[in-house]
């Protein structure tokens, strides 16, 4: 697939990776719809990207509402007239220990909040389903090629502090391969799934963070340094490129290891 003149739509299309993906894609010609819950982030990135020479349109709406999510594609088709590449970038983190315990009694004082439970489940997990799920409609019913990305994350192996967080991306990392069997199944072709697991990106918050706690989380990177947002774009640019990279989650982390060796 070629990315000059391709159709691609943005979930959190108003900040973060998404916005790069918005910014990037429009620069290599293609027609991108900036879809996220803040308008004023909308309006803001559709407008830079125009004032670069990109073609964007705005469309706000909240990932979690059926509604909105089949609103994003029929816009997105309505101005364009296709569509070719699905980013689902809207996610959300609310972190916390399952139960918190008094330090003294041992005693458990607090518990995770089923709304802070639902919420990430809501946007990262039923969120991504209802953006490819109206998505591949759009693109089997056109006929277009297309290509769906699944927004993983390194933390789909686990992340203490993150029992929400981490299920959500365990159960996205397993999406595209299940995808690529059912359009097997229902002998589609001319669509594929890929998984994109990042792993410590730059984004401000964790460029403004702590610098003692940066530089531990550094050491269990092998490159010894954060995943710039560029660099997850040009994965998905390749991969947009590449049609036998497909039904597979590619992790870009600079080499992130956990497992202490054995000095000898």
Known sequence: MEMNGAVALITGGGSGIGEMCAKSFAR????????????????RVVQEIRQAGGDAVGIPGNVTEEADQVRFVRETVERFGRLNILIPSAGIIRDGTMVKTDRETGKVVSKMSLEDWRSV????????????????????NGGWEGIVFIISSINKAGQVG????????VALGLMPKVLVGEFMLRKIRHIRAVGIAPGYVGTPILKGMNQEVLNAILKDVHLGRLIEPEEIVGLMRQCVEN??????????????????????
């Open 162 to 169: 993150q029992l929400n967080y981490s299920s959500s991306k």
């Open 243 to 264: 049609e036998a990279i497909n039904g597979t989650t590619l992790e870009i982390t600079g080499g992130v290891c956990h497992h202490k060796g054995i000095a000898k």
């Open 28 to 43: 290599d010609g293609a027609k991108v719809a900036v879809c996220d819950l803040m308008e004023e982030s909308v309006k």
């Open 121 to 140: 489940i809501d946007v990262n997990l039923t969120g991504t389903y209802l953006s490819v799920r109206e998505a591949v409609e759009a693109m089997v």
